[in-house]
């Protein structure tokens, strides 16, 4: 028989596996989430990265950029405005700290657009070399993706450097006064003038989605497995009460037996 003390243990127990199974639901949604985002950018990089190159125009405004144009090439003539380069800070590669290489570069019609040229590794001290390649600043046909600009992260840099590939600090650090895409950068993919000694190329993104499938079906087994174990618990502490019960009720008769003897025999 189930007592109401029962009642109210097995409540407790039961509300805390709610609440358990609830935050597993939560925490495999969010997995299942994550994954479409990485299998939509999986989807986005093949189907950009290696498509023809287009204008800049079709890409972007000045101010506003289609994330779904994300990695596709533009073709830009122009040049580079060299004196204005600099280098994005924080940025490891196999382990090894470095920083980016970003320079302005001025389309025949006046506008700028911030080209991520590739990789230059710090000295031992984690500063930048003294000395790394730049581009020539002839006009010539670049080559380049777009990407979307980063956050500012609100912290000073030194002279010549910036903290992220943020168009505004961009602007503000090398006075800028010429119209500029503020909304993206490009990655350069290729240069007509070739330098003698370039930054090492960025490779292409991985094409991996992780392991959020494998995590989201974890919390969905341990949201089960709460349940289980809370049906095994109550089931186990009944058939241990009904064993208590049963033996007491043998004791009981037992006793009843020997007390009918005992006054047999008197």
């Known amino acids: 028989m189930i007592t109401k003390a ?54 972007a405004k000045l101010n506003s950029f289609n994330v779904q144009n994300q990695w596709r090439p533009a073709k830009m003539v122009g040049h580079y405005l060299v004196g204005n380069t600099v280098l994005v800070r924080n940025r490891p590669l196999d382990g090894q700290p470095g920083f980016l290489e970003l320079i302005p570069f001025q389309l025949t019609d006046g506008r700028l657009i911030a080209i991520e040229r590739g990789w230059i590794a710090s000295d031992s ?27 500012t992260l609100g912290r000073s840099a030194p002279v ?5 590939i943020n168009i505004e600090e961009l602007v503000k650090s090398q006075g800028i006064k010429d119209r500029i895409f503020t909304s993206i950068y490009a990655r350069v993919a290729t ?66 037996a020997d007390a009918e003897i005992e006054d047999s025999l008197t």
Request: positive net charge; proline residues 7%.
């Open 125 to 151: 001290n984690y500063n930048p070399p003294k000395s790394f390649p730049l581009p020539s600043a002839e006009q010539q046909t670049v080559v380049a993706r777009v990407r979307p600009a980063e956050p």
């Open 191 to 256: 240069e007509q003038i070739s330098a003698n000694e370039n930054p090492k190329p960025l490779a292409k993104p991985e094409l991996d989605e992780g392991n959020h499938l494998s995590y989201a079906l974890q919390w969905i087994m341990f949201a089960l497995m709460a349940v289980a174990a809370l049906i095994w618990g109550v089931r186990k502490e009944r058939e241990a009460k009904s064993l208590r019960q049963s033996t007491a009720r043998k004791r009981k008769t037992i006793g009843q």
């Open 6 to 59: 029962d009642l109210r243990r097995w409540s407790g127990w039961l509300a805390l596996v709610v609440v358990f199974s609830i935050a597993c639901a939560w925490l495999s949604n969010w997995q299942f989430s994550r994954r479409e985002e990485a299998l939509a950018a999986i989807a986005q990089v093949a189907k950009n990265y290696d498509a023809q190159p287009v204008s800049i125009d079709d890409l």
């Open 160 to 164: 010549g450097q910036l903290g992220t």
